[in-house]
């Protein structure tokens, strides 16, 4: 017989359950409160009391809404009434502002009606959640994003206004439902950039308020103060009072009110110390109201475009300085093509008249004399001229190579009488010491004996006169070594690290006895360098003399392969007398060549112009035609082209005689149907070999 179990229930199960529902609702860490028909409080669990800060002494038996006033200025209070009308009611992502202690916070809340046992609704029961921190998380994680989208469009240009115009987009989906962005222009004026707004019609008010009351700098609030001072405003409730006080006049109240903002943030744009714009958000038809961490993060915000903006700022004015150097350095090159231009056609009437002069004074030694006089210093203006448009071309990057295998013999032997006439002038002792062997190069023959008459000019030039340069060459490896030696006035140590730089030159006497440009070694180096070779330079000080030393790769022509015979130069006299016709608008440059063609034993015919160009040569076809480029009204080109369009002048050979010396001028001769281009002061030698019959088109 089983025996009866005794005192498992000492109450009664009702009491039990009533007793777990309080402890129930005393553990829960959400807040739970009840309120009777009259919206009196009826309970206030320990949850409620940490949540609003109000002990459940202070709330129990009172009003809600007489404890809690915001609950109705925010439209809490239709949840209360929702429950005490039988209706369940959910309110989500409420922010409120505890005043008990200050928090500010994002709740939400579940009503529902209590009953009585006859089934009325006795009151009602609500659920409050306090769901910052989650929101908080959630909120952080999308700021984070919002920062790295950021970074990305801010990244993708250096068009500042492009760059930024996207930034109230971004704010609006995160942060508020009107965003603007202010930004000083170039003069100091505030510039709106762009506006955005969640609604449509609050846009349009928004852009109707800046350009009826813009900001301004002077301003004691708002935007004008933000960009005045640098420092941000935060305003976490507007009130409409503060609304009214602000407006200027009924129409700016009524656009405000339409716009009602509740809550705001102004906050700068600040780089490198200096106000750069300024962003303003602004909540219009939310509950939530801007907090210290919302200023924070717009402050990062805006801290980020305003280094961005910087950034473009600084690109965009350099590249306006860039574009400047750029068309100052074509102003620059146009200026010294045309300086060629204009000084080689008296260079080129100065030199043919010289050349008559030097024919006829053949009996009489001092005019000879000082016609030479003006022969050395007409090329050496020429070379002045041609030094200043080469450094030109090599900074540019317009110099052309024409390679060629050649042994360096042949470019030194230029090079020597290039240099010649200042040798000779100055009295020094020029010595050449030529390796024995056969040293070749593939190169510009041009060029090189450019770089080696450029080397014995300057050795030249810096040596007292009578003293002594010496010019040698040798293998050394894979590399033809050329060394030009004087016992000069030497290079200081200071300046030897320099010496084919730019425009670098020793320091000089007012008398400028040396002369020069400082030119002449920066073009050395650079044609060097350009032959995949290497320049040196050095000297035991001033007084001692230097030394130059050039590098060039050393070339091994195939066994087969013989230096071609070089075009000897027209005797003195003349094969057979040529019909020539001259064309130069410079008269004494004309009358002086025409001088000298007809000493030559030729037929001349001198024209000023394109037109009697043309004319003269269809009532006489021309075996020459030498025709000056820069002709006023029809140019040289034209002329060139007409009369290759002559009929039976196929075979006239057309020599441009032109001040205009640049490869592209070269260029646009030989399209013009130039046979050949020859630059002022014209080299009188191969223009003879131009005039003899046996010298090819």
């Given at each position: 017989m089983k025996r009866p179990v005794e005192g498992r229930l000492s109450v009664p199960v009702i009491d039990i359950a009533k007793g777990l529902s309080e402890a129930l609702i005393r553990s829960s860490f959400d807040g739970i409160l009840a309120f009777d028909r009259d919206f009196r409080y009826t309970i206030w669990n320990p949850a409620m009391e940490r949540i609003s800060g109000v002990p459940a002494e202070r709330a129990l038996g009172r009003v809600a809404f007489e404890v809690f006033p915001f609950l109705v200025e925010t439209g809490e209070d239709e949840a209360f009434r929702e429950a005490l009308a039988g209706r369940h009611k959910l309110t989500r992502d409420r922010v409120f502002t505890v005043p008990e202690t200050g928090h500010q916070g994002v709740f939400e809340g579940s009503y529902s009606p209590l009953r009585d046992a006859s089934g009325g609704i006795a009151g009602g029961l609500a659920v409050i959640r306090d769901v910052t921190e989650r929101r908080d998380s959630a909120e952080s994680s999308r700021r984070l994003s919002l920062l790295a989208e950021l970074g990305r469009q801010l990244s993708t240009s250096l068009d500042y206004q492009e760059m930024l115009s996207f930034l109230p987009e971004l704010m609006v989906q995160e942060l508020a439902d009107l965003a603007i962005l202010d930004v000083f222009d170039e003069d100091g004026e505030i510039r709106r950039v762009a506006v955005a707004h969640r609604d449509p019609q609050h846009r349009e008010i928004a852009e109707e308020l800046r350009r009826r009351y813009p900001p301004k700098v002077g301003a004691a609030a708002g935007m004008g103060l933000v960009l005045r001072t640098g420092e941000p405003v935060l305003v976490p409730e507007i009130m409409e009072e503060q609304i009214r006080a602000a407006a200027q006049d009924a129409h700016h109240l009524e656009l405000l009110l339409r716009l009602r903002t509740t809550s705001s943030m102004l906050v700068p744009l600040v780089g490198h110390g200096r106000v750069l714009g300024a962003l303003a958000l602004s909540i219009t038809h939310s509950e939530r109201r801007?907090?210290?961490?919302?200023?924070?993060?717009?402050?990062?915000?805006?801290?980020?475009?305003?280094?961005a903006l910087d950034n473009a700022r600084l690109y965009a004015q350099a590249q306006e300085y860039v574009r400047r150097l750029e068309a100052a350095d074509r102003r620059k090159d146009e200026f010294l093509a045309m300086l060629a231009h204009e000084l080689r056609n008296p260079l080129g009437a100065i030199a043919n008249a010289g050349h008559v002069l030097d024919r006829r004074a053949e009996g009489d030694p001092r005019t000879r004399e000082l016609v030479a006089v003006v022969g050395r210093q007409i090329r050496h203006l020429a070379r002045l001229v041609d030094d200043l448009l080469d450094v030109s071309r090599f900074s540019h990057g317009h110099i052309e190579l024409r390679k060629t295998a050649f042994e360096l013999r042949r470019a030194v032997e230029g090079a020597v009488e290039t240099a010649r006439p200042l040798v000779e002038q100055r009295r020094h002792t020029l010595a050449l010491s030529l390796a024995d062997e056969p040293l070749w190069l593939e190169a510009d023959v041009t060029r090189i004996e450019q770089v080696l008459s450029n080397l014995l000019h300057n050795a030249?030039?810096?040596?007292?006169p009578g003293g002594r340069i010496e010019l040698t060459t040798r293998r050394d490896g894979g590399e033809v070594v050329i060394a030009v030696r004087d016992n000069g006035a030497g290079i200081s140590p200071d300046l030897l690290p320099r010496i084919f730089d730019l425009f670098v030159q020793e320091e000089r006497s007012l008398d400028r006895s040396y002369g020069g440009l400082g030119i002449g070694l920066t073009l050395v180096r650079s044609l060097v360098e350009r032959h995949g070779g290497a320049v040196a330079a050095a000297s035991a000080g001033p007084g001692?003399?230097?030394?130059?030393?050039?590098?060039?790769?050393?070339?091994?022509?195939?066994?087969?392969?013989?230096?071609p015979a070089r075009e000897e130069a027209a005797a003195a006299g003349v094969a057979a007398a040529a019909h020539v016709l001259l064309v130069e608008d410079n008269l004494d440059a004309a009358e002086a060549l025409g001088e000298l063609l007809r000493m030559w034993g030729h037929t001349v015919h001198l024209a000023h112009d394109g037109a009697s160009a043309l004319e003269a040569a269809r009532r006489r076809r021309p075996d020459v035609v030498l025709l000056d480029i820069g002709l006023p009204g029809m140019d040289g080109y034209t002329v060139a082209e007409q009369l290759r369009a002559v009929p039976g002048h196929d075979g006239v050979k057309l020599v441009a005689v032109t001040g205009y010396g640049q490869e592209s001028d070269r260029q646009r001769a030989a399209l013009a149907g130039f046979d050949h281009h020859l630059v002022k002061p014209v080299d009188v030698e191969r223009l003879r070999e131009l005039l003899t019959p046996e010298t090819a088109r």
């Open positions: 801007y907090g210290p961490a919302d200023l924070a993060f717009a402050e990062d915000v805006a801290q980020r475009a305003a280094l030249a030039k810096f040596t007292p001692r003399g230097s030394e130059l030393t050039v590098r060039l790769p050393l070339h091994v022509p195939p066994a087969e392969t013989a230096e």
